[in-house]
């Protein structure tokens, strides 16, 4: 414990793990990590490096960004900020694809 109240364990962690891995805690809670960092990760793919592709293309990569997403949420778990950047970087994204259609609907 340290002069907060916290042990070193909840301070090790950023507020996103730390409400899934301290507050759900369990397998429920990296479950969770998981899948809001796969959603994340998605659409942050999908917002800035996707191609068309035919459907089954589509689904290998899909898939290989869930398989790679894995070893993110060990990356997370240990303290590095993944799901933090994950959503700052969708945002930056969207906010990019936003003023870019604005920008082409304004030209035509």
């Known amino acids: 414990m340290n002069e907060n109240g916290n042990s070193l364990e ?10 899934f891995l301290m507050d759900i805690g369990g397998t429920e809670g990296f479950w969770l990590l998981f899948i809001t960092v796969a959603v994340l990760a998605m659409i942050t793919y999908k917002l800035g ?16 960004l869930v398989f790679g997403c894995f070893m993110l949420v060990i990356f997370a778990i240990g303290g590095l900020p993944i799901a933090e950047v994950l959503i700052i970087t969708s945002l930056v994204l969207a906010i990019y694809r936003f003023r870019l259609h604005r920008e082409r609907k304004g030209e035509d």
């Open 49 to 64: 490096f996707a191609k068309k592709l035919p459907l089954m293309k589509s689904i290998i990569v899909y898939a290989l």
């Open 10 to 19: 909840e301070q090790f962690y950023l507020p996103v793990e730390k409400y």
